[in-house]
């Protein structure tokens, strides 16, 4: 399978053109041969899916599929709310360590100011410590449960915890805030319109 050869390469992943369908009911969506159920449980909260996404390098390499949880008592709740969620990333290509690293630094600093930055300080270097590489088939996830932090986990497995309502906002904000990475991104995962949306693009 092919490596992402460079952080501005990893970057650019996340900037797609919109195809959009709808998806409803209970029934798992399944995108870019991976499969996300419709509903998952986390830290004592009951989370629906809420919209998905396929990430493609050029016209024909599926780089990632991706989810976006939402704490089912808290419907239509704002991305910058203090609520359960979750991202969950299929990973359908090898990604290093050092690439996811300097490619979630390059994407805050994108998104936030230097003040910003700063406040994340050593909460965010703890996460990107807990960083390892990703081969087709892994799935990461990030998962906000207020009053106990962001959890970074892979295959399931607890690799990171990061404390504070505002780290996650700030996090959680690259794909969801106000100055997403991109705007039908952000609609997508966050399932603006009837049902569930899923969001297939590319990069050229």
């Known amino acids: 399978m092919p490596s992402l050869a460079s952080t501005a390469a990893l970057a650019a992943l996340l900037l797609v053109l919109p195809a959009r369908a709808t998806a409803s009911g209970d029934a798992p969506v399944r995108i870019g041969g991976a499969a996300f159920p419709a509903w998952q449980d986390a830290g004592g ?34 991305p910058d709310a203090d609520v359960a969620r979750r991202l969950e990333i299929a990973c359908l290509v090898n990604v290093s360590a050092a690439e996811l690293a300097r490619a979630t630094e390059r994407l805050l600093a994108r998104a936030h100011g230097p003040e910003v930055m700063r406040s994340l300080g050593g909460r965010l270097a703890r996460l990107r410590a807990a960083y390892v590489g990703l081969r087709p088939g892994d799935r990461y996830a990030l998962t906000y449960t207020p009053g106990r932090g ?55």
């Open 45 to 78: 909260a009951h989370l629906k899916l809420q919209g998905a996404g396929l990430f493609r390098w050029g016209w024909f390499v599926k780089v990632y599929a991706a989810a976006h949880y939402l704490d089912a008592a808290a419907p239509g709740a704002p």
């Open 150 to 204: 962001t959890e970074l986990s892979l295959n399931g497995r607890p690799l990171a915890r990061v404390e504070g309502a505002d780290f996650a906002r700030a996090f959680f904000s690259i794909w969801l805030g106000s100055r997403p990475v991109d705007g039908g991104l952000r609609d997508a995962l966050l399932g603006a319109g009837a049902g569930p949306a899923v969001r297939s693009g590319s990069r050229g």
